[in-house]
């Protein structure tokens, strides 16, 4: 054991050492999303910058499958990092898990390349295999979308057979059973039909299901383990409150899913049975922080990594606002038939994967930092305190207020361009053209200027916070 306020992987165990390969991956990609995302908003108002070099269709692909893999990069370490504590048990399979990181790692590096030095071309079976798959959202081209499952059936492998050997718990059986559904519903985006509507179905398994039901039980099973290690939650309480999320999620998640299929040519039951059910999934993980910390302070909560617990808290509200409000308000069909395909979805998607899956992601950032430097103490009084509550702050104003201006961006064109212009080529220029949008979008750029200096601040604070700090956790807990 080192110094505490040293970093020193000898304070971890096999499968946390795992997780911070796969943090870092994480963090590099967290910040290339954002700088990619900056680059196409700039060209969504200026056209003419880096056109023919770096293209706005590239700049938010890469923007968005930026995102995804970096929050799936955090996933994945997030559930190496709490394995063995939860299993009691050391991982099973570890170096085929190290191989299956820097496959991924490698993958991923090729990927990337291919989509900003290829941009341009005839699409074939020979580019689908190799290029881009040219589906929104998952343009990975098919060895990328074989290796991501190949991954994924190895980490699950890791985790299933550490806890069939290991212990048993709530927590391990769900995260056991939605790692069946994570490899499982990727298949769906591994096949395309000829037929449009046919294709969308299957295409909505994938953006809806593997992310937002698969995505948010894996995410109430990090919540239910981090509440504990943070503030001494109780387990009956968390793993009751995660049982109801999985009770919602695989049940209204499915049907909720409906609300995509509302304009593919979809029987028309689907009208009322996707816009009732869309907004039920993210109400039980609020419930299980509200009770947590209703519960350890009954009981003198003690905690002492202060950042961990304020992005953990800040998940559980901006996970049922942004996933659960901003969704509803867009789902039901009398109003989805005004802003689908307009920026108001955007707005959505913004505030929905930074509130329910970017947050968690980062409080376990700060989790693996405090045991990294000899579970040193992270909470009150802790050196440089400013730097975390400044990226928290900056990163919250500026996705926030990129929201609220896509959303008003996307009421102007739901008004002028849908319910006025008749959904006409017309009236989508005229909409493109307004003040209230252009305005609108100016203003997304300079929050999203914003965004981007949250993030750089938060790295900062992730590589500084604690350090040199030998107070421990435990007697620094003790003495508060």
Known sequence: MSALGTFDSTNLNGGQRLAVKYFTVAVVLFVAQILFGLLAGI?????????????????????INAMVVWMLYGFIGAVYWLLEDESQHEIVGLKLGNLGFWVLTAAVTVVVLVYLFVQIG??????????NEGREYIEAPRWADIGIVVVVLIFFANVALTFFKGRWTGISGVLVLDLVALAGLYLAGMFYTTNISIDQYWWWWVIH???????????????????????????????????????LMFGSGILGLGHHYF?????????????????????PLVAMVVHAVYDSGVHKMKNSNHPALAWL????????????????????????????????????????????????????????????????????????????KWALGLLHMGVIGMSV????????????????????????????????????MWWRQMFGWVTLAGTLLLVWDLLAVGKGDTRPAEVAAAEV
């Not at 970017?358 to 950032?365: D, G, L, R, S």
């Not at 017309?426 to 053209?433: K, M």
């Open 122 to 131: 005839p699409g074939n079976d020979t580019s689908l295999w190799l290029i």
């Open 263 to 283: 304009w593919i040519g979809s029987p028309n039951y689907w009208l009322s049975i996707g816009g009732f059910f869309s907004a039920l999934e993210p109400i």
């Open 405 to 440: 201006t896509l959303l008003i961006a996307g009421y102007e064109q739901s008004f002028i361009e849908r319910a006025v212009g008749g959904s006409t080529w017309s009236a989508y220029f005229e909409a493109q053209q307004h003040p209230w949008f252009v305005q609108a």
């Open 313 to 388: 808290i800040a998940h559980a509200f901006g996970n049922f606002f942004g996933a659960g409000v901003w969704g509803f308000m867009q789902t039901l069909p009398q109003i989805n038939m005004y802003t689908h395909g307009t920026q108001w979805s955007a707005s959505h998607g913004h505030l929905a994967f930074f509130g329910a899956y970017a947050t968690i992601n980062i409080a376990f950032f700060y989790v693996a930092i405090q045991q990294s430097r000899g579970n040193n103490w992270m909470g009150a009084g802790l050196a440089g305190a400013w730097r975390w």
């Open 209 to 247: 299901l593997w992310v937002e039901a698969t995505w948010e039980v894996m995410v109430g099973t990090m919540m239910a383990w981090a509440l504990m290690k943070t503030i001494g939650a109780r387990r009956q309480i968390v793993e009751t409150w995660l049982y109801i999320e999985v009770a």
């Open 43 to 63: 060209q969504y108002l200026k056209p003419e910058f880096l056109h023919g070099i770096l293209d706005f269709s590239v700049n938010r692909m890469v923007h």
